[in-house]
């Protein structure tokens, strides 16, 4: 796909449900009593996998994809049924590591795999935890990755400390606390996205949270729920950094959630000196929403670390773009955890935008980046990543000349209408 410098985006958008709660949704609702409704589900190929693989195990649920409304009709915490195949995940490691949890405490038998780029991710990371849990968990292929064998057992209690401060870990671990003996707890280093916690409470689960630490006791049942699902900040991510970089640019994206664990891409562009504005803010489910608007804006250089990190590390690379087009130098550090995700997010930025003629240099946990340097159109290998496509198409939109993405085609993981909704502004 192709793009070439543009200017004067306008408009409203409404970006797709969150990816993060999307998922959740599914999982809750198949584990509760009754039916659960959710609107503004997200319909991309990640969400459709967790959808398919609780199907295989027994639950209805009826997706109208015209309305983006997602009916479960739960079977209870201990009905779901042994699957009679694999339990195919595709491209989703939020599928792969949260059903995990879930599937480790269940009375059957289950392999979990997915596509090439799910084969590679690192597993051992909730394999850890959920065996010292009693869980019976392996890689068929001994490499600590997908495909996975879980043999359902009894679970324990167990004090977590997590090395990393993922969601995804400390959402297994409190997913299979749900079936333990007793109490389960997780700590990590600094607060990850908390959309689990916020469910659980929701759907009557007993949890408390203090600092960076998560707390549940066994569930004797969850109570279905209506679950509206705000739109995805990881989505807006693009068009704010298009509206702030794109000549003559106003853009309004409505009904985004600004969760303050997911809303770090926020304090970069004020810290940066971003013209951003937040209106109709409000509530739903402990889950704050607002619309956004974004101008055309002179930026400066950042340093990105710590406990901002976990906040924003689906971001990363748009921000990478973001940096390129500001005054100075930005520093993105603190940020391994890129290397393991759909690309090595690293590599692939920097090896992209140097192509474009940014002045960019990765470094052992993130990336150096000098603003301020014109950019060129180049032929840019998206991995197949998403969000590598997605930010690059922005890039290619503020570059001279022409930028071919090759892979574009792979947005559709999380924002299927991405491009249409891009060409509207």
Known sequence: MLFTKKHNLQGEITVPGDKSISHRSIMLGALANGTTEVQ????????????????????????NTATNTVRIHGLGLRNLKAPQDVLDVGNSGTTTRLMSGILAAQSFTSIVNGDASIQKRPMKRIMTPLSLMGADITSINGNDCAPLRIQGKTLHGIHYQSPVASAQVKSAILLAGLYADGETSVTEPYVSRNHTELMFESFGVNIRCNGTTATVQPASHLDAQQIHVPGDISSAAYFIVAGLITPDSCITIKNVGINPTRDGILDVCKAMGADITLDNIRNHVGEPTADITVRTSSLKGTVIEGALIPKLIDELPIIAILACFANGTTIIKDAQELKVKESNRIDVMVQNLSAMGADIEATEDGMIIRGGKALHGAVIDSKLDHRIAMSFAIAGMNAEGTTEIQGAECVNISYPNFYQDLERL
């Open 40 to 63: 503004g589900f997200l319909q991309g190929a990640d969400c459709l996998s967790s959808i398919a693989c609780f199907q295989k195990m027994g639950v209805e649920i009826e997706n």
